[in-house]
Nanobody
Framework: VQLQASGGGSVQAGGSLTLVCKVS????????VGWFRQAPGKEREFVSA????????FYADSAEGRFTISRDAAANTVQLEMNSLKPEDTAVYYC???????????????????WGQGTQVTVSS
């Protein structure tokens, strides 16, 4: 599995950005892609995730209602549309992937085996 994140940038508070994770994956049907972020001096935290087979989304409380995750199977990409951005959303954003088993805690970064490089998101007030 290889992941490549893009789409970061600098915006003012209230603005929008769309992050894209380009995915190369194997053939197992059970597959998930997630987004995490890490601000300076803070631990990496869960933002959102999506199950590849049924597009079921998962969101952190901080992302609910502002961010939308989606996947394009034909293009092998997962997008994270971020609206109403706040300065506290400033972080390096990482996409992650895994083949979930029967129990999979999407919010735990240690559950995810594959990671892409990060993309910086900066939101100014």
């Amino acid at each position: 599995v290889q992941l490549q994140a893009s789409g970061g940038g600098s915006v003012q508070a209230g603005g929008s950005l769309t992050l894209v994770c380009k995915v190369s994956r194997g053939n197992k049907s059970t597959f998930a892609v997630g987004w995490f972020r890490q601000a300076p001096g803070k631990e990496r935290e869960f933002v959102s995730a999506i199950m590849w087979d049924n597009s079921r989304p998962f969101y952190a409380d901080s992302a609910e209602g502002r961010f939308t995750i989606s996947r394009d199977a034909a293009a092998n990409t997962v997008q994270l549309e971020m609206n109403s951005l706040k300065p506290e959303d400033t972080a390096v954003y990482y996409c992650a992937a895994d083949y979930p088993g029967s129990t999979f805690y999407v919010e735990s970064s240690s559950e995810w085996q594959y990671w892409g490089q990060g993309t910086q998101v900066t939101v100014s007030s």
